[in-house]
């Protein structure tokens, strides 16, 4: 699958009139697995952006130890002063999703604009079970122009993770979006994710996975209809006539 998902991501480049990627390295899975196939295809022009706002300071050391280990450029973009200015111009949330998706945007607005000085294309490291339960900010990390990612579930990235050789400690550490202190994705979501692989599996016609329990099965199905206007194209109003 690694030479498949390589080929793909540079022909997209190319077909963009790009010369290059930039990505967010967070010091996940996710994002060491998109950061490793990008400098597969494009060695030399594959872009890191670490990018702390508010964030736990492993998660930078986790970024560091990806790049280290990829051999890819890094840039760190502090974000906390522009988050905390930010906020103060908005009213108080009791959520704090909303704060953390402010984190989000922030983020993706400094990887288009380095995308844009240096000609490259955002690659999102979303995978297929978030992408399936809308479990990303629209127009945050959901922002990007590729996802090489995107039709792998977790446990498949997993796999490719092994294969391309990523540190094993970012492998085994718990999925956070590094949003707030000690947020974890399971914890969030409230089901493991071999679990959800599971559901979705079963949901979406793969036969190597097996359905589990009904009520997490009605969760996962609840989270899909409620985040289907994150994955489809904005409605656009057709006029019946011209004016």
Not at 11 to 26: C, F, I, Q, Y
Not at 207 to 229: C, F, G, P, S, Y
Request: some cysteine.
């Amino acid at each position: 699958m690694k030479n498949e998902v390589v080929k793909w991501i540079n022909d997209r480049v190319k077909t963009a009139g790009a010369e290059g990627l930039v990505l967010g390295l967070s010091g996940g899975i996710d994002s060491a697995v998109v950061a490793a196939l990008c400098n597969l295809a494009y060695p030399g022009k594959t872009l890191g952006l670490i990018m702390p706002c508010g964030s736990q300071p492993e998660d930078e050391n986790y970024a560091g130890m990806a790049a280290a280990t990829l051999k890819i450029e890094t840039v760190k973009v502090v974000l906390d002063e522009v988050f905390t200015v930010f906020k103060k111009l908005l009213p108080d949330s009791s959520d704090i999703r909303h704060y953390g998706n402010i984190k989000s945007r922030l983020r993706m607005i400094s990887l288009y604009y380095y995308a844009g000085i240096n000609n490259y294309l955002v690659a999102g490291t979303g995978n297929k079970t978030e992408i399936s339960l809308g479990y990303f900010t629209k127009y945050g990390d959901g922002g990007c122009d590729i996802l090489p990612l995107g039709d792998l579930y977790k446990y498949e990235v997993k796999l490719l993770a092994e294969e391309l050789g990523i540190p094993r400690e970012i492998i085994e550490r718990k999925p956070t979006a590094g949003l707030w202190k000690d947020q974890t994705d399971e914890d969030e979501i409230g089901i493991p994710y071999d679990e959800i692989d599971s559901i979705l599996g079963s949901l979406q016609g793969n036969n190597k996975l097996k359905e589990t329990d009904a009520a997490r099965t009605d969760r996962i199905k609840q989270m899909m209809r409620v985040t289907e206007h994150k994955r489809i194209p904005i409605p656009i109003f057709k006029k019946t006539e011209d004016l």
